[in-house]
Nanobody, 125 residues
Framework: QVQLVESGGGLVQPGESLRLSCTAI????????LGWFRQAPGKDRQFVAA????????YYEDSVKGRFTASRDNAKNTVYLQMNSLRPEDTAVYYC??????????????????WGQGTQVTVSS
């Protein structure tokens, strides 16, 4: 089991930026991807982005394309989610997650066995 430790949430105004971090402790080479999800009150957990540890290729949910960027630092076993031009509808608890995933399984939360503790992101004026 991989332990995921998140940080970086907070309260910002619309249009501002935040960067989330997720450190994967105990990650092995079979954990090829790390995903980001978010969950707003009363809603299902939603896919936001995923990134491959090997080459940094990232995949995004349509509503965050062009605003969010996932990156990784393999030496630190850490993945970042840079969130720019934040909107009130981005308000949610954000989670990172991982597992022994394949490309076709990245967008479904049910495929991820290991989760971070979540960090609150609030976008409000």
């Amino acid at each position: 089991q991989v332990q995921l430790v998140e940080s970086g949430g907070g309260l910002v105004q619309p249009g501002e930026s935040l960067r989330l971090s997720c450190t994967a402790i105990g990650r092995t080479s079979s954990h090829r991807y790390l995903g980001w999800f978010r969950q707003a009150p009363g809603k299902d957990r939603q896919f936001v982005a995923a990134i491959a540890w090997s080459d940094g290729r990232a995949y995004y949910e349509d509503s965050v394309k062009g605003r969010f960027t996932a990156s990784r630092d393999n030496a630190k076993n850490t993945v970042y989610l840079q969130m720019n031009s934040l909107r009130p509808e981005d308000t949610a608890v954000y989670y990172c997650a991982t597992g022994r995933l394949i490309l076709s399984s990245l967008r479904s939360a049910a495929n991820y066995p290991d989760w971070g503790q979540g960090t609150q992101v609030t976008v409000s004026s």
